[in-house]
């Protein structure tokens, strides 16, 4: 939210949602350019309760906007501004289609520029720079931190917001929209909140969440693709609020769905909730791998080994790792106060990956389908609180779950 420039100008406004007199204005309308009428509100608490139903205003907008010209074919209409092709992790970019030997039938689309995050909301050390400084040498990389119950306090309410922006992201997934959108979703949701997207710039990660499709594993850079019919995409969120972080993903089907793919994101989130299920304190941390190895081979279906689970909390990734395969060399055992994340990222064929020319995207090794589902976790004196947990609110997206 951004008060008003103009004294005269905004003491005629009402607010949207309740009609008092207002003088805040939501940022997003404001970069829009739309009319200050229908986007004035008297308090935060307007803005977030108006936030569901007025962020469709937003939506339309950038469908009605002129296209950029060198988008491709395909194209999400969100800025007069350059798409280009993302080149060095973030770091470069292009305005031709980098050459690679693909393994499946995806590639990338230009994307937009960089989202504006407003001057108010808190913001970790990598936002302006793209570059870590706490956390790299930390010695929570090291040793498992044991949070107090303060920070425990501060990630509960972090997590509830990712679930939020999580599902708000959710709502808007189907054939024809971009993923580039549902960034969009994802950032001004969590603007909305009072959060700063925590991927926005780190190690120079161009956008505010992750979106993966098809043959992506994971780290997929939102652009200019619109999704087809029978897509499955993932979508991963992390939230910044109170200098805490809280993440976690879901992998969605996106209109008529195949069947193999049912069946692999299914299995997927199978073998996370079998992993949570033996979250306690005592257990070593590379028995996760083990739970999720055994469940994802009974259907067929390979784990990756590339990319694991991690601490977090002030750091977005710290001690310790959780590896999700068999055989793992995890150290360590759990700890009531200890909080991690187990995301398992399952295969259709082979477990191995590949790096598109980004620096970012990671796909299957034989370009067939890859799905995974994460949860951020709590220790507790007697099992796990699953902090990132689905809320009686959450969209009803997974068939087996529809009672």
């Known amino acids: 939210m951004t008060g008003g420039s103009d004294a005269v100008e905004t003491t005629n406004l009402s607010c ?28 935060q608490d307007c803005f977030k309760e108006s936030w569901g139903s007025h962020k469709s205003v937003h ?38 289609l980098p050459n690679f030997d693909w393994t499946g039938s995806l590639r990338p689309y230009p994307i937009s520029k960089k989202r504006l995050v407003p001057a108010h909301i808190e913001q970790p050390d990598w936002a302006i720079d793209g570059t870590p400084k706490i956390e790299p040498s930390s010695d929570f990389q090291h040793v ?17 917001i990712g679930r939020e922006v999580l599902d708000a992201a959710a709502r808007v997934v189907r054939p024809g929209i971009t993923t580039d959108e549902i960034d969009a979703v994802v950032h001004d949701a969590t603007i909305a909140a009072g959060g700063y997207p925590s991927p926005l710039n780190y190690h120079f990660f161009p956008k505010s969440c992750c979106t993966s499709v098809n043959e992506v594993i994971c780290h997929g850079i939102p652009d200019a693709r619109k999704l087809e019919d029978g ?31 049912k069946r692999l994101v299914q299995c997927t989130y199978e073998c996370l909730e079998k992993a949570i299920a033996i979250v306690k304190p005592g257990v070593r941390f590379r028995e996760i791998g083990e739970v999720i190895n055994r469940h994802a081979s009974m259907s067929g ?10 601490g977090i909390g002030e750091l977005f990734h710290c001690a310790p790792n959780i590896p999700h395969y068999a055989r793992n060399k995890a150290v360590g055992v759990m700890k009531a106060g200890q909080t991690f994340t187990i995301e398992p990222m399952i295969n259709a064929g082979v477990w191995r990956d590949r790096m598109w020319p980004d620096g970012w995207t990671a796909v299957t090794a034989d370009g067939k389908r ?9 220790v507790t004196d007697t099992g796990v609180e699953v902090l990132t947990a689905r809320l009686p609110s959450s969209p009803n997206v997974f068939p087996w779950l529809k009672s």
């Open 231 to 261: 897509d499955i995409v993932n979508i991963d969120v992390t939230v910044c609020y109170k200098g805490v972080h809280g993440d976690l993903n879901e992998t969605f089907f996106v209109g008529n769905v195949d069947e193999a793919s």
């Open 16 to 43: 949207a949602k309740c009609g008092k007199p207002s003088n805040l204005q939501c940022p997003k309308c404001v970069e829009l350019k739309l009319p200050r009428e229908g986007a004035a509100f008297c308090s």
């Open 301 to 310: 279906l390979s784990v990756v080994r590339s990319y694991c689970g991690h």
């Open 144 to 160: 498992v931190e044991i949070k107090t119950p303060d920070q425990i306090e501060k990630m509960r309410e972090t997590c509830r």
């Open 59 to 96: 939506l339309k907008a950038k469908l009605s906007s002129p296209a950029p010209e060198n988008a491709g074919e395909q194209n999400s209409g969100l800025s007069n501004d350059p798409w280009l092709y993302c080149l060095r992790k973030g770091q470069s970019r292009t305005s031709k």
């Open 370 to 378: 890859s799905a995974q589902f994460e949860h951020t976790l709590l």
